[in-house]
């Protein structure tokens, strides 16, 4: 990373208890749906009607409760993920001016032909830069704690049925690697078309 943590210490500690926070949802929200459906499936006359359909009714909203109550953290979320992200190009930004900036005139004259196509890929990578730290770093965090919760309940809850469900763990593997390569080549095959386009535009 590109940034000081002590200077950015509390943009970190926010990113940090959101992202959790967000990642603990679903796991939450599973509960509450069993319940609900447990709920549901009781058949037994030890309940009456009407108690049945207040707890229905404080369960269901407690779901509606735990969305709006999630909803200002995923928004601090996703203002800590890409202010990070924007901190970080612009750090990346400075530094390159910088370099750039105490070069001889004559390097620009050297390199005049050529400077236009890399300051074009400086920028492209740079970017890249950005949104790897920002918005897939947080799709990668929060699914992370999303997965480690719901194991955790799931275990909690069954762990037998949940230890014959991971039997099928290696295929989702291998299908994830296989479209993972094709994503792969299909990003190496774009990049190659556009440094192939602008070296056609800087031709003319």
Known sequence: ???RFRKNIWLLILILVCTVINGLVPAISSI?????????DDNSDK?????KRKQLVIRTMSILILGMGNLPFNWLAIYGW????????????????????NLPCSWFDKYR?????EFTQLHRCI??????SA??????????VAVIALIGTAFYFSWSLTLIIFCSTPFIIICAVIFSNIFINTQKKR????????NVLLGC
Do not use: C, P
């Not at 309940?47 to 108690?51: A, E, I, S």
């Not at 032909?113 to 196509?117: A, K, L, N, R, V």
């Not at 970017?127 to 790897?132: T, Y």
């Open 191 to 198: 990049i190659q078309s556009q440094n192939a386009l602008l």
């Open 82 to 101: 890409m202010m990070l992200g924007e901190r970080q190009s612009y750090i990346i930004r400075k530094k390159l001016f910088h370099e750039y900036f």
């Open 1 to 3: 990373m590109n940034i």
């Open 32 to 40: 509450l749906f069993g319940r609900i459906f447990h709920l549901l």
């Open 113 to 117: 032909s050529d400077i236009m196509g």
């Open 47 to 51: 309940v009456d009607y009407n108690t």
């Open 127 to 132: 970017e890249e830069v950005r949104s790897s």
């Open 135 to 144: 918005e897939a770093s947080a799709i990668m965090s929060q699914s992370l």
